[in-house]
């Protein structure tokens, strides 16, 4: 399963990318409007960092606007995919990006039916809002498992990211579902690394290795 790490925040970026556990971001609307940075510089600054796919959300609401915005975006660089939100204006807009060979991420996905639509119209990701569903009283792991059985079952190719993560079992269970992708904000990458028994055995051995002779 790839990992992107769902923030616009290029510090926090810079840090897990060095890791070597990033392959992609993902920003939204607002993800950018918590950054005190103007927008293009932002994504100007993430794609000097990142080689990968890095999502960027058009922010029109008619299909013309989306495509006219996604060509804008798209010529910043090779690994930008248009994000774009599923509606009739966002499909019509996904079909014509995708007919152009501009790379779409189809986002704000609440049923594996959306889903589906969103392929059929060409998406290259289509992105489940997992932890909303949580929240909402639904269950958005059982949505990400449908999707896949549909997705495989009719070897679809647009990808499938699990988003708006909240938790690292989250994690765990988009990966059992066969997600293409997990979408993960740094704080959940943070608790992904950490474990408290490592911290005490790093110590111990530290401690030990001091009374070698
Ligand atoms: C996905 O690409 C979105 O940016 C994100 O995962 C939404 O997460 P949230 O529900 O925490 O806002």
Redesign the pocket.
Known sequence: MEVFI?TANTEQIKKYYELGIVDGV?T?P??IAKEDKPFKKIIEEIVSIVDGPI?VEATEEKAEGIIKQGEEYSKINKNIVIKVAINEEGLKAIKELSKKGIKTNC?LIFSANQALLAAKAGASYV?I?V??LDDAGNNGMNVIRETMEIFKMYKIESKLIS???RNPIHVIESAKAGADVA?IPFNVLDKMIKHPLTDKGIQKFLDDWKKVK
């Open positions: 769902d993902t939204n607002s993800l999502s986002t992105s809002f932890g909303r988003a708006s993560i979408t």
